[in-house]
C-alpha cells in the first residue's frame, strides 16, 4: 500500500484489477430514450417551445444523464471521456447544419436564372418590372479586375517573397516579415477606402481633366492591396522548402545568386507558388466591398477597366440584393452561385495541384 | 507490488504488415530484461505491445496472450488506462510536457487521476524525483519549465513522471540513445534502484548496456526487411553473452551481423 | 531607395527574357563567372568582383519589392488620415461619442459610437459561438476522425473559407432570418427580462443575426488553423500521456490543449480581425438604426464596415471624409488586433524553435 492508497482511498492508484465495467450500448440508447421523452413531455405540456427546444433540451439532458449514468458504471474519468467525446461530435453536427443549407440554398435558388440570358446580357435598360436581365457586364468586370490586379501582384508578391527567402536579414527583414502578416489582416473595405482616397479622389483626377473617375482598375488596385501579402507570404514558404543544397549545387558551379534564384529555385518552387496565387485569387474574385467603394457598379457593358467605371459579381450580387423588384432575388442568387462556382473551381484546382507539389510532401 | 508478465505466442500487426511473429516470454517480478537487436527487428514493437501503447497508431493490432499475473491485458474488457497506469513507459527521447513545470511535469499522472491535495502531490513529487536521482539537481526550480533541464535530466524527469503513478512494471524503450555517455550511467545507476521496486524491460541498441544492467536477454532479429522478427533466444544475461545457444545470436553480440 | 528600384528594374527586366536562352545575357551586368569564359582550372588573375551588375540590380529590385508592403501600410494611414482629417474638423459634434451620421447636411455632425457599438457587438456574438464549435471540430479532425473522414472533411473547411462573404450575408438575409426571428421571439417571451433579450420588437434582422452570420463566417479560419497547431503537438507528448494512463481526452487536456493554446489564441484574434472587418454580410444583415442599444434581439444594429457600404453611395465629399475617418478607426482597431495576435505567433514560434 502506498502512501496515496492510504490516504485517499477513492483514488485508486495501483489497480489490482484491470477490468472495467462497459457501459452498454442498451443502457445508453436508454438515456437517450429517457432524455428526449423527459424533454418532449416538458416542453410540449409547458407549450414553452417547439421541436427544436425538444431537440435542444433533449440533447442537454442526454449529455448529463449519459455523464451521471456512465460515471456510475465506468467511473467518473471514463465517463467524462465519453461526454467530451459526445460534446465535440455535436459541435461538428451543429457546424454542418448551417453550411449545408447554404450549399443547398444556393443550388435550388440560384438554378432558377441559370440561363443564356443570364451570362449574354447586362443589366442596361433593365427596370424593376423585367424579369430578364443578366450579369455580362459584371462577369467581365470580375474577370478583368482580377485579372489586373494578378498581373501587379504576383511580380511584386513573388520578389517580395525572394527578398524574404534568399536576401532579407536582421531587423528589416523581419519588420517587413511581420507586416506582411499584419497586411493580411486588412479589412477589405479599408483596401477600398485607401483607393478611394489615393488613387480615385487624388490621382485619376489627372487622367480625366480634373474629375474623380470610378474604374475597374481602381477595383484592381484595391484587389491587388489585399491579394499581395496572401501571394508574399505563400510564396515565401515554398521558396523556403527549396532545399538548400540545390542552391549551394548551383552556387558551386559558379552561378551567381541571382541566376540560381530565378533558374534553380523558382521552377523548383513554381507549383506551390501557383497554388497560392489561385487561392489569393480566389479570394480577391469574391470581394465586394472594395469594388463597391471604387469601381462605381455600372450596369451596362464596360470593356474598358481604365475608365467608366465597372461591376463585378460579387458587387452585382449585393446589388441585386438590395434591389426592391421582385426578380432582383433570382438574379442575386443565381450570380452567386456562379460566384461561387468560381471561386471554388479556383481553390480545388489549387489544392489539387498542392496535392501533386513534390516539395509539400 | 511488481509483477510477473507472460507472453505467449504474441504476433503484432500494423495494417496487413506482420511486425513480429510468434514470441513468448516471461518476465519475473523486479527483474531487468533486456530487449537487444538489429534495427526494425521488432523489439520496440513488443515492448509497446506489452502495455497496449502499441495500438495508438491506427490499425495496429495483436494476435496471442499477454499477461500480467494472469490477468490478459488483451481480454476485451480490460480498461487500457488501467493497463498504462500499471505497466509504464519511458520513451527514446526524452519528452517532458513542454508547457509545464518541473514540478507538475512530475505529478502529472496523479493529477489525472484526480489527486488534487497539495500536500500529497508535493509529498509524491518529492518521492518520485528523488527516486528518479533528480531531486538534489532540481528542489531549487521545480518550477521552471521541464524543458529547460538537459537531455539526461529531462529523461529522468521523464521517469520520475512514470514512477510516480507507482506502476508495477517500467517499460524503457532505448531510454539512453539520445543521451551523453554521463548521463546513460546515471540511467543505469538508477535502473539497479529502481530494481527492488519494479519489473523493468529495457529495448537497447547498446550491448554493452544490456549486459551490464539486465538479468535476462532476449535477442529479437529478422531475416530480411519485409519479414516479421522473432524472438531468436531468451537466457540470463551472461549465458547469453558468454555462450549463446544460437548461432545468429552470437554472430550479432560479436558483431559480426546486424 | 528612391529612385533605385526604377533604375535597377530597367536592367533586370531586359534581361529576364534573355537569361534563360544564352548565359552570355548578362551584358551590362558583368557578372564574372559568365562572362569571360575563364580556362577550365582558372589561371590569370581572378575576376574583379563589379560595383553593379544583375546581382546588385535584382537584389535591390526584390528588396523594393519587399519595401512595398511597408510603403502600401503607411500610404494607407497617409491617405486615410489626409481625407478624414478635414471631415472631423467639419464635424459639429464628437466624432468619437456622437450617435448620428448626418454627414452631408450643411452643418455636418456625425459620430462613430453606434457604429463602433454595433461592430464590438457582432463580433462578440460571432466568437462567443464559433470559438467553442470550431475547437471542437478542430480536435475532432485532428484526433478523433478517422484518417478517411478528416482529410476530405478538413478540405471542405478549408473550402467554406473561400466562399465570399457577399454569398453569406445574401444567405443570412433572406434564409438565415426566418429562425432567427423565430428564436428571438421566443428569448424575448421567456427571457425578455434580461435587457439584452428585451423589446417589443420588432425582431429579425438584428445584432444576433448580423453576429451569428459572422459566426459561420470566422468558424472554418479558427477551425483550420486551430487544427494545424493541434496536429503539430508532438507524438511523444501524447504518447506519454497516454502512457501516463490517460484516457483520451484527458490526454488532449493535458498534451494538446496546452501546447496548442497560443496558435488557438492566435487563430481567435486572426477570427476576430476577419469580424471586425467584415463589411457586405452586415451591410445585408443588420437592420441599420442609429440607437445605442445593447439589445441583440430587436431589428437594429449597424458597424463601421456595413456604414460605408450603406452610406457611400449617397456621400457627399464631406460624406466621404467621414466614411474614411470612420474606416480610419477600423483599420487602427484591426491594425491593433493583427499585431496583437502575430506577435503571439511569433512569440511561440521562438518558443518552440529554441526548445528544439
Not at chain 3, 448626418?102 to 462567443?128: K, R
Not at chain 3, 444576433?208 to 477551425?223: D, F, K, R, W
Not at chain 3, 494538446?256 to 472587418?277: D, F, N, Q, S, T
Not at chain 3, 441583440?296 to 471624409?321: C, H, K, M, P
Request: glycine residues 10%; hydrophobic residues 45%.
Amino acid at each position: 500500500m502506498s502512501l496515496l492508497d492510504q490516504e485517499m482511498p477513492e483514488v485508486v492508484m495501483t489497480p489490482d484489477n484491470i477490468r472495467s465495467k462497459k457501459f452498454p450500448l442498451v443502457q445508453n440508447i436508454l438515456v437517450a430514450v429517457v432524455a428526449f421523452v423527459v424533454a418532449a413531455v416538458v416542453v410540449l405540456s409547458t407549450g414553452i417551445g417547439n421541436w427544436v427546444l425538444v431537440v435542444v433540451l433533449g440533447g442537454v439532458l442526454y449529455l448529463a444523464g449519459l455523464n451521471f449514468v456512465a460515471g456510475r458504471v465506468e467511473g467518473k474519468r471514463a465517463a467524462r471521456n465519453r461526454m467530451w467525446q459526445t460534446a465535440i461530435y455535436t459541435a461538428c453536427l451543429l457546424a454542418v447544419l448551417p453550411l449545408a443549407s447554404v450549399v443547398w440554398t444556393l443550388i435550388s435558388k440560384g438554378a432558377e436564372r441559370l440561363d443564356g440570358d443570364f451570362f449574354g446580357s447586362s443589366m442596361a435598360n433593365i427596370g424593376a418590372r423585367d424579369a430578364n436581365g443578366g450579369a455580362y457586364h459584371a462577369i467581365i468586370g470580375t474577370l478583368e479586375q482580377v485579372g489586373i490586379a494578378t498581373l501587379i501582384a504576383v511580380p511584386l508578391g513573388v520578389l517580395g517573397a525572394i527578398y524574404l527567402t534568399e536576401y532579407g536579414r536582421g531587423k528589416f527583414a523581419t519588420t517587413i516579415r511581420f507586416f506582411v502578416d499584419v497586411m493580411t489582416g486588412i479589412p477589405s473595405i479599408v483596401a477600398g477606402l485607401f483607393v478611394l482616397s489615393f488613387w480615385v479622389l487624388v490621382v485619376s483626377k489627372w487622367f480625366n481633366d480634373g474629375n474623380p473617375q470610378y474604374s475597374g482598375f481602381a477595383a484592381s488596385l484595391a484587389l491587388t492591396v489585399l491579394m499581395l501579402p496572401t501571394i508574399v507570404r505563400s510564396t515565401e514558404e515554398m521558396l523556403r522548402l527549396v532545399p538548400g543544397p540545390l542552391r549551394e549545387g548551383a552556387y558551386a558551379l559558379g552561378v551567381p545568386q541571382w541566376k540560381t534564384i530565378l533558374n534553380v529555385v523558382l521552377p523548383t518552387a513554381a507549383p506551390g507558388i501557383v497554388t497560392g496565387v489561385m487561392l489569393a485569387i480566389a479570394r480577391a474574385a469574391g470581394e465586394t466591398a472594395p469594388v463597391l467603394l471604387v469601381a462605381g457598379g455600372l450596369s451596362r457593358i464596360n470593356f474598358d477597366p481604365f475608365s467608366g467605371g465597372q461591376s463585378s459579381l460579387a458587387l452585382y450580387v449585393y446589388q441585386q440584393a438590395a434591389d426592391a423588384s421582385k426578380y432582383a432575388p433570382a438574379r442575386a442568387w443565381t450570380a452567386a452561385l456562379t460566384l461561387v462556382a468560381l471561386v471554388l473551381i479556383l481553390t480545388i484546382a489549387a489544392k489539387l495541384l498542392a496535392r501533386r507539389n513534390k516539395l509539400t510532401r | 507490488m511488481a509483477k510477473r508478465i507472460e507472453a505467449s505466442n504474441v504476433s503484432s500487426y500494423y495494417g496487413s504488415f506482420k511486425a513480429i511473429d510468434n514470441v513468448s516470454m516471461t518476465v519475473e517480478p523486479k527483474t531487468i530484461t533486456a530487449l537487444i537487436g538489429p534495427s526494425g527487428c521488432g523489439k520496440s514493437t513488443f515492448l509497446r505491445s506489452i502495455n497496449r501503447m502499441h495500438e495508438v497508431l491506427p490499425n495496429a493490432r495483436i494476435e496471442g496472450r499477454l499477461t500480467i499475473d494472469d490477468q490478459n491485458i488483451y481480454d476485451p474488457d480490460v480498461d487500457i488506462t488501467a493497463v498504462r497506469r500499471m505497466i509504464g513507459m519511458v520513451f527514446q527521447r526524452p519528452n517532458p510536457f513542454p508547457t509545464m513545470s518541473i514540478y507538475e511535469n512530475a505529478v502529472a499522472g496523479l493529477k489525472l487521476n484526480g489527486v488534487k491535495k497539495k500536500s500529497l502531490l508535493d509529498d509524491a513529487a518529492e518521492k518520485s524525483l528523488r527516486s528518479a536521482n533528480l531531486w538534489d539537481e532540481v528542489k531549487d526550480r521545480l518550477d521552471r519549465p521541464g524543458a529547460g533541464l538537459s537531455g539526461g535530466q529531462q529523461q529522468r524527469l521523464c521517469i520520475a513522471r512514470t514512477i510516480a503513478v507507482e506502476p508495477q512494471v517500467v517499460l524503457m524503450d532505448e531510454p539512453c540513445s539520445a543521451l551523453d555517455p554521463i548521463s546513460t550511467l546515471a540511467i543505469e545507476d538508477l535502473m539497479f534502484k529502481l530494481k527492488d521496486r519494479f519489473t523493468i524491460i529495457i529495448v537497447t541498441h547498446n550491448m554493452q548496456q544490456a549486459a551490464r544492467v539486465s538479468d535476462k536477454t532476449g535477442f529479437f532479429s529478422i531475416d530480411k526487411t519485409g519479414e516479421p522478427g522473432r524472438l531468436i533466444e531468451y537466457d540470463d544475461t551472461q549465458k547469453i553473452f558468454s555462450n549463446p545457444s544460437q548461432k545468429k545470436t552470437e554472430d550479432y553480440i560479436t558483431g559480426r551481423f546486424g | 531607395m528612391g529612385d533605385n528600384p526604377s533604375r535597377s528594374g530597367n536592367h533586370t527586366a531586359g534581361d529576364l527574357d534573355v537569361t534563360p536562352r544564352h548565359a552570355r545575357g548578362a551584358g551590362s551586368g558583368v557578372s564574372p563567372s559568365s562572362h569571360e569564359e575563364p580556362p577550365i582550372g582558372g589561371g590569370g588573375a581572378l575576376p574583379k568582383k563589379s560595383r553593379f551588375s544583375m546581382e546588385t540590380g535584382f537584389r535591390g529590385l526584390s528588396t523594393s519589392a519587399g519595401a512595398m508592403v511597408l510603403v502600401i501600410i503607411v500610404a494607407i494611414a497617409i491617405f486615410l488620415i489626409s481625407k478624414a482629417v478635414p471631415a472631423i474638423q467639419a464635424d459639429h459634434e464628437n466624432f468619437l461619442t456622437y450617435n448620428r451620421w448626418s454627414p452631408n447636411e450643411a452643418t455636418p455632425a456625425f459620430g462613430i459610437a453606434v457604429l463602433a457599438l454595433g461592430t464590438v457587438l457582432t463580433s462578440i456574438i460571432a466568437l462567443v459561438v464559433a470559438v467553442p464549435i470550431a475547437i471542437g471540430i478542430a480536435l475532432f479532425l485532428s484526433h478523433y476522425a478517422p484518417r478517411r473522414l478528416a482529410t476530405p472533411l478538413g478540405f471542405v473547411i478549408d473550402l467554406l473559407a473561400a466562399v465570399p462573404s457577399v454569398v453569406f450575408g445574401l444567405w443570412g438575409r433572406d434564409l438565415f432570418q426566418e429562425p432567427v426571428r423565430d428564436f428571438s421571439v421566443w428569448l424575448n417571451h421567456y427571457f425578455g427580462w434580461i435587457p439584452i433579450f428585451g423589446g417589443d420588437g420588432p425582431f429579425g434582422q438584428s445584432l444576433m443575426l448580423g453576429g451569428l452570420v459572422l459566426a459561420i463566417m470566422v468558424l472554418p479560419i479558427v477551425t483550420s488553423l486551430s487544427r494545424e497547431v493541434f496536429q503539430q503537438t508532438p507524438g511523444m507528448n501524447e504518447e506519454a500521456a497516454l502512457a501516463l494512463g490517460a484516457t483520451k481526452w484527458e490526454m488532449i487536456r493535458t498534451a494538446v490543449l496546452p501546447y496548442g493554446k497560443p496558435g488557438v489564441i492566435a487563430a481567435v484574434m486572426l477570427g476576430l480581425g476577419r469580424a471586425l472587418g467584415e463589411t457586405i454580410a452586415l451591410a445585408l444583415t443588420l437592420g441599420i438604426t442609429w440607437e445605442i442599444s445593447f439589445n441583440l434581439i430587436q431589428t437594429g444594429g449597424n458597424s463601421i464596415a456595413a456604414n460605408i457600404a450603406n452610406s457611400f453611395n449617397e456621400a457627399n465629399d464631406t460624406g466621404r471624409g467621414a466614411l474614411i475617418a470612420s474606416g480610419l478607426v477600423l483599420f487602427a482597431i484591426t491594425l491593433i488586433v493583427n499585431m496583437t495576435a502575430r506577435a503571439i505567433i511569433y512569440r511561440r514560434r521562438e518558443f518552440r524553435d529554441s526548445a528544439a
